[in-house]
């Protein structure tokens, strides 16, 4: 097999496993925990471990973008999906690529860092006004990180335990 060859064949496999992993996250948008006085919907920030650790930052950011948009599509979503998860998935993303081995994991703490930070950000001063909500930071950042710190320790839980059982060796030809 050529080198033409190779990349195209993973080019394939990731497109897959990103168009998996986004449509994994509309059907489990509509699962969410009860957390006090808001509700959780960790399985999003799941998915964008899951994918930035396999699939490196720009799959990972195409599957959160693609999820955002089917999910608002069916009107399940609004604008402030796209930056709640695509600002986590391409943080996880970057992160992985420079952490390695059983190190590699701990990117799992970028994504609330680029959901909760960032992502709050960029709804608070771009999403909000277009949408006209009056909604600061503050109010952001803590609603995505209801979501984002324990759908990023679900993901890492679930890499986790898939690597001790060596379910992950049958990715490693896409794996960054």
Request: glycine fraction near 10%; hydrophobic fraction near 55%; aromatic fraction near 14%.
């Amino acid at each position: 097999m050529n080198k033409n060859e190779a990349f195209n064949k993973t080019f394939f496999k990731k497109a897959l496993a990103a168009g998996i992993l986004a449509g994994t996250g509309v059907a489990l948008s509509f699962v969410s925990i009860p957390a006090g006085p808001v509700r959780c919907f960790p399985f999003q920030h799941s998915i964008n471990v899951i994918a930035g650790i396999l699939l490196g930052p720009f799959w990972a950011l195409g599957a959160a973008f693609t999820t955002s948009l089917i999910r608002n599509m069916m009107g399940t979503g609004s604008l402030f999906a796209f930056p709640g998860s695509m600002f986590g998935a391409l943080a996880v993303g970057i992160a992985a690529r420079f952490l390695h081995g059983r190190h590699k994991l701990y990117s799992a703490a970028a994504e609330p860092f680029g959901t909760g930070i960032i992502g709050a950000w960029v709804s608070a001063m771009v999403a909000a006004p277009i949408t006209g909500a009056s909604a600061s930071f503050a109010f952001f950042a803590f609603s995505f990180l209801v979501s984002s710190l324990p759908g990023a320790a679900i993901g890492a839980a679930l890499l986790y335990s898939l690597e001790k059982r060596s379910v992950l060796r049958s990715f490693e030809d896409i794996m960054i």
